[in-house]
């Protein structure tokens, strides 16, 4: 008998969870996990010492604040955080991303704070 | 002075080749790289025994074949190949993919062969 085997949809997966600043697993390559994440308005200022962190735009455009420049993804972008920057994700408007990074990586970083959020939630 | 940082934009990349079944690399994650490839046709059925492998359709379509099924993926989808598993990439029509592994994946896995791509070429 034919198993059945399931593509997974990005669209499908952010119409699962409205919360903002929130990423949600959607799938594990080795140690590493693919994270859908809906981000607007401005994130706290960190950086990840031990990883660096991918940015892929699957919907909107936000930015990426360094301390001494930025860069403006739009969809069909990415762009790779080194580890150990110091960066702020900013979006004027909701912005739908994939994040690829290890499995255990906190969305703040070291600097820790009201705005970290639950991690390796599911969805 | 403010530091230049640019986007990764798939579709630029995508114009600076035309070879089919030959990743590029576009950025690197840890030790993990980012490939594009274009594909049409029928692949070589193949494993890679060390690690998974992450397939994103940026453009097109395509089939993941398996021994016991098989899974079609369209813009926007993804699917990972776990470790260890037969399979063979088909695409009627060319379609443009990200792959997602660690530096060092051989395309052909541990089958080898005419198919085998020349690894690690950065565009």
Chains 1, 2 share one sequence.
Request: aromatic share 12%.
């Amino acid at each position: 008998m034919e198993k059945k085997y399931f593509a997974l949809n990005f669209q499908e997966k952010f119409s699962l969870f409205t919360e903002q600043w929130s990423p949600k697993v959607i799938a594990e390559l080795n140690d590493y996990q693919f994270k859908l994440a809906k981000i607007e308005g401005e994130f706290v200022w960190h950086a990840h010492e031990e990883t660096d962190e991918a940015f892929v735009v699957v919907g909107g455009e936000m930015t990426i604040e360094f301390r001494d420049g930025s860069v403006l993804l739009k969809v069909g972008e990415m762009f790779i955080v080194p580890k150990g920057v110091d960066h702020r994700p900013v979006a004027n408007h909701e912005c739908k991303i994939l994040l690829i990074e290890p499995r255990g990586v906190v969305n703040t970083g070291t600097e820790g704070g009201a705005r970290t959020a639950k991690n390796d939630v599911w969805i």
